[in-house]
């Protein structure tokens, strides 16, 4: 079955520096992937999605890139503030349309 | 605009006590519905899924249930609990016919079972 990685667990990054939160995919045959931000006790929230047929995308201050080759998928977040510290999901549809996330990096930002 | 309403917010429950947990989406017709469960510090596991009144597909065998008795309301149930179901409880939906689209979330329910 498909499945979903994410590199590191935790994340610690300076204020004001950029983030890059990584993440692996087993199926070739995904065509849709989604960025997702949970605050402690709270519900993931979406901040950015991304479909095959393109490489990058971007936001406001987040970029998602898309390696369809090695399967790859990154979230960058230029100057990183306080606020950004959560947990980051990565997530992708299942081959049955099923939405399946990544196990989650924390993302500690240092004043 | 669309919202989703999941309570309570916290919730401590007796092992072997029942559980009624509600979701209700307002602002669009017919969604897919979904009961998420998130241990502490994992990801996210889909529990069941519904794409219209009494339509109820469950992903993982367990002693959960699901119902979805009118179009935005979703309710995940227990009859007895087990120390097991203690985790966090999230619903979510997303548009009606959509395949591949994003799933929106409410803000969960923190269930301790003692």
């Known amino acids: 079955g498909e499945s979903v990685g994410l590199h590191l667990p935790t994340l610690s990054v300076q204020e004001g520096d950029n983030s890059i939160i990584n993440c692996a995919y087993s199926n070739s045959a995904s065509d849709y992937f989604i960025w997702y931000k949970q605050e402690s006790g709270k519900g993931p929230q979406f901040i950015i999605d991304?479909?095959?047929?393109?490489d990058k995308r971007q936001g406001q201050r987040v970029t998602v890139l898309l390696n369809k080759t090695v399967k790859h998928l990154s979230l960058q977040i230029a100057a990183t503030q306080p606020g950004d510290s959560a947990v980051y999901f990565c997530?992708?549809?299942?081959?049955?349309?099923?939405?399946?996330f990544g196990q989650g990096t924390t993302l500690q930002v240092k004043p | 605009s669309q919202t989703i309403h999941q309570w309570p917010a916290t919730l401590v429950q007796p092992v072997g006590s029942p559980l009624s947990l509600e979701c209700t989406v307002e602002g669009t017709s017919n969604p897919n519905l979904y009961w998420y469960r998130q241990a502490a510090g994992r990801g996210l596991q889909l529990l069941f899924y519904?794409?219209?009144?009494?339509?109820i597909s469950s992903e993982v065998p367990q002693n959960l249930s699901a119902s979805r008795p009118q179009d935005r309301q979703f309710i995940l149930s227990s009859k007895k609990l087990l120390l097991s179901d203690s985790g966090f409880y999230l619903c979510a939906w997303k548009g009606p016919g959509t395949v591949n689209e994003k799933l929106f979330f409410g803000s969960g329910t923190q269930l301790s079972v003692l």
């Open positions: 519904s794409v219209g009144i009494g339509q």
């Open positions: 991304i479909r095959s047929n393109m």
């Open positions: 997530a992708l549809f299942s081959n049955t349309g099923k939405l399946i």
